[in-house]
């Protein structure tokens, strides 16, 4: 049975950078694609980012791109989410999550319990 557990949030102020990450048990992270999601108070779900399993790929919500990195270390069964330049608007509860499709926003099969991510002003 596949299970992700998130850590790395907290509370920081804006502009500073975090480092989320997400470990796979149960399963050989190579196996899956792995993506990052976020929901902010209020807000459904919205996707953040993705990376195929080689991590030869990725792809960023546009709201993202350019402040984010996804990245995953297979040996480690660990992927990562480098948040820099954090905005307030940034402020969500991260979950990671496992396909064994494509990469892909869509479709993810296991996903994580969360980690809380507030940015202050």
């Known amino acids: 049975q596949v299970q992700l557990v998130e850590s790395g949030g907290g509370l920081v102020q804006a502009g500073v950078s975090l480092r989320l990450s997400c470990v796979l048990s149960?399963?050989?992270?190579?196996?899956?694609?792995m993506g990052w999601f976020r929901q902010a108070p209020g807000k459904e779900r919205e996707f953040a980012a993705a990376?195929?399993?080689?991590?030869?790929?990725?792809y960023y919500a546009d709201s993202v791109k350019g402040r984010f990195t996804i990245s995953r270390d297979n040996a480690k069964n660990t992927v990562y989410l480098q948040m820099n330049s954090l905005k307030p608007e940034d402020t969500a509860v991260y979950y990671c999550?496992?396909?064994?499709?494509?990469?892909?926003?869509?479709?993810?099969?296991?996903w994580g319990q969360g980690t809380q991510v507030t940015v202050s002003s």
């Open positions: 999550a496992a396909t064994v499709g494509s990469l892909t926003m869509y479709d993810y099969d296991y």
């Open positions: 990376i195929s399993k080689s991590g030869a790929y990725t």
């Open positions: 149960g399963r050989t992270l190579s196996t899956y694609t």
